[in-house]
């Protein structure tokens, strides 16, 4: 049945006042290109009501009643990452409701509820929950010049040819398969670059390439000839090293280390990398290297070492600057993970 016209009030006023003016209904039908029939129901309506306006309609009757409604938004706001599936089959079991799943999630959308990607974040146990709020409480309010004194260190990866998400090209039609328009791909990433560094307010240390297995003795070397070498050149009197509580940098033989050389080391939460801001150094020396064309690992540590020491000192200290604002975080979020 195909739709009907739905005509313009002024149309219909138009209408009435032709046949006020004492033409037939037929001549006013030619005239309009409107149905005879159509012409004399409005005509009747008019003549009973006075007015031309549409009839209220009730339209599709509503799937879920105020209760069900209640129902689905409960169901979500208890457990987030239940699918709008699993509640449709909830409703359907336990209240004998039938609704098609789109119900479901209208519903909630209604509810601002919206499906959306999670955010990972590392699972962070009540004994790790409460370090966290103690290291955020007792470091809280340190000073910039407290932050100042304190180098950060950490080890991580990088992917010879590395995933930025979903790639797109503009070609011609028929253009697939040419390899103007291809992105090449590696098994296994092509290789990569396992890299140690440090760093504080006032600029970035060595970038140590780590080659082979990093046990306790390969760390403890790094520290020997990178780490305390540059601390003796840069940091001033008092500093504080910063490592994670990786089972490496907390055994008896690095401990040793800093015994001998009376280094002192700023207590650190377990998985709190949210905490840390080399994090985010990592990320951005990871954008930086993106844009160079690199042909193996070698030159890609190369890379890695030139952007490294191109990163601009307002943003070590911006970074290091930002750590009062890490420790309310955690005390606002109680110990749990952060935005950061």
Not at 66 to 81: F, H, N
Not at 90 to 97: P, S, T, Y
Request: hydrophobic share 35%; net charge positive; proline share 5%.
């Amino acid at each position: 049945m195909p739709p009907r016209t739905e005509y313009s009030l002024a149309i219909k006023e138009a209408v009435i006042n032709a046949l006020k003016k004492g033409m037939s209904q037929s001549a006013v039908a030619n005239n309009f290109g409107i149905s005879q029939q159509l012409i004399s129901v409005w005509y009747r309506w008019y003549m009973k009501t006075g007015n031309l306006n549409n009839k209220s309609r009730s339209g599709r009757p509503r799937k879920t009643s105020a209760r069900e409604d209640r129902i689905i938004k409960k169901q979500s706001v208890a457990d987030p990452q239940k699918s709008a599936r699993q509640i449709r089959d909830d409703l359907e079991v336990n209240h004998g409701v039938k609704l098609h799943v789109s119900t479901v999630k209208r519903r909630l959308v209604a509810n601002d509820l919206h499906g959306r990607r999670p955010s990972r974040k590392p699972l962070i146990s009540s004994k790790n929950k409460k370090a966290r709020l103690q290291f955020a409480e007792k470091f809280g309010k340190w000073s910039k010049a407290d932050w100042s004194k304190v180098l950060w260190s950490d080890e991580s990866k990088f992917n010879l040819f590395s995933s930025d998400g979903i790639k797109y090209v503009r070609r011609p039609k028929n253009k697939r398969n040419d390899v103007r328009y291809q992105v090449p791909t590696v098994k296994h990433g092509g290789g990569n670059v396992m890299v140690w560094g440090c760093f504080s307010r006032s600029g970035v240390g060595p970038l140590v390439k780590i080659e082979g297995k990093m046990d306790r003795f390969a760390y403890r070397k790094i520290l020997e000839e990178h780490m305390i070498p540059h601390a003796k050149r840069n940091m001033p009197r008092n500093w504080l090293f910063q490592h994670d509580n990786d089972p490496k940098h907390s055994s008896g033989h690095v401990k040793e280390l800093f015994v001998k050389k009376k280094i002192k080391v700023l207590e650190w939460p377990s998985q709190s990398p949210d905490v840390n801001p080399i994090e985010h150094l990592w990320d951005e020396l990871d954008r930086r290297v993106r844009v160079k064309k690199c042909s193996n690992v070698q030159s890609f540590f190369e890379a890695l070492k030139e952007e490294w020491s191109k990163i601009p000192q307002e943003r070590l200290a911006k970074l290091v600057d930002s750590m009062p604002d890490r420790c309310s975080a955690v005390i606002k979020a109680k110990g749990y993970a952060t935005s950061y």
